[in-house]
């Protein structure tokens, strides 16, 4: 995992829950996993930044993708519509 080559697949499925929250109007819950992402994203580089430079920043980037589908697939499965 030395290169972020693998992440626009991740970007496709993120991108997939997004529209299915768009199209069913709940911008709010999108909202809140971006940030939950975004925390995700700034916790992991902030840990593993700088004593694994680009391989840390290259995890640090998959887990906040990572973080970001698990939490909008779970809120997609707990209102009943995954």
Request: with cysteine; hydrophobic share 55%; charged share 10%.
């Amino acid at each position: 995992m030395r290169s972020p080559t693998g992440l626009p697949i991740l970007q496709i499925f993120c991108n997939l829950a997004n529209f299915h929250f768009t199209h069913a109007g709940r911008m709010r819950l999108l909202g809140w996993a971006y940030a939950g992402g975004a925390a995700v994203s700034a916790a992991s580089v902030a840990w593993l930044g700088a004593p694994a430079w680009s391989v840390g920043a290259v995890a640090a980037t998959y887990s906040a993708e990572v973080a970001t589908i698990a939490t909008l697939t779970i809120w997609c499965r707990a209102e009943g519509e995954a």
